[in-house]
């Protein structure tokens, strides 16, 4: 521990370990005050001196980490340790202050609110892992702070996630069919009504499949020209009201595909239609 850390952490012990033993158990008895994130860090310092004093016998960080959990209990944000201030490898110092550089990222990024007590605890394993390295003598406590501390940041990050957007439900198909008059091309009232209506339920985003058909009273080929009229009738009434040309797709199958099967010649009103099947 650094000299203004330590001086720090000593001033005012008059009576070292009566001293600590009162903080301690001030810290223990206390009743955390302030938002869910402070009183949960609160907890998270008073586990940290509590082993510390009692434990480990570690008066000063005991003393140190008390008064810490003393300010949260307050109500205070108490911020994660900061690197300088301890005694650290090179090594060890830069691993520590990408540590708390990922941390302070989910902190300050709304984590003390959204997720108080993720955050807290992803705080108290980084002071657990930052005290214990400094020490840096006993590995099996360094390893159990700085794999929860891991562990705790894969937690809070996995919870800090935004939820992701939901997917919109593929639209299921859907069929209107408008009919024609006798060799007619032309739109009536009621063809028109029914397009309005195919507008509203599809919109400007949707694709639109025009295929028009003919009955079979009239020569094949005719027919086959015929049922392309009409499906390009529809298509230009589409167009109009404002879908665009590259979300509609055009066909004429003649007589070849009839709604109602007729022997060759004989005029039937179901087959003189164009289907709009919109998905």
Not at 22 to 42: N, Y
Not at 211 to 235: I, K, M, Q
């Amino acid at each position: 521990m650094k000299l203004m850390k330590f001086l720090s952490a000593v001033a005012g012990l008059a009576f070292l370990a009566g001293c600590t033993a009162t903080e301690v158990d001030q810290l223990r008895m206390a009743e955390p005050k302030g938002s869910a994130f402070t009183k949960a860090l609160a907890d998270e310092y008073s586990q940290i001196a509590t082993f510390e004093a009692d434990e480990m016998y570690d008066w000063i960080d005991a003393t140190y980490f008390a008064r810490k959990g003393l300010r949260a209990a307050d109500g205070e944000v108490v911020l994660p340790e900061a690197v300088e201030n301890w005694n650290l490898t090179d090594r060890h110092a830069k691993e520590l202050s990408a540590a708390r550089a990922r941390l302070m990222t989910q902190l300050e990024g709304g984590a003390r609110t959204s997720n108080p007590q993720e955050a807290a605890h992803a705080q108290g394993r980084f002071d657990c892992w930052i005290e214990q390295q400094e020490e840096n003598h006993q590995p099996d406590h360094i390893a159990a702070c700085r794999d929860a501390f891991i562990a705790a940041m894969k937690n809070l990050e996995q919870v800090m996630e935004p939820a992701p957007e939901p997917t919109p439900e593929p639209m299921e198909p859907v069929e209107f069919v408008v009919y024609f008059g006798f060799d007619k091309d032309n739109l009536t009232a009621e063809a028109r009504s029914v397009l309005d209506r195919a507008v509203a339920e599809g919109g400007m985003d949707a694709e639109y499949s025009v295929t028009g058909h003919a009955d079979r009273a009239g020569p094949e080929d005719y027919n086959l020209g015929l049922s392309l009229r009409r499906a390009n009738s529809v298509r230009e009434y589409l167009v109009g009201k404002g879908v665009p040309k590259n979300n509609l797709s055009l066909a004429g199958r003649g007589e070849s595909e009839p709604a109602v099967p007729t022997a060759d010649g004989v005029a039937e009103q179901a087959n003189r239609r164009v289907e709009i099947v919109i998905q």
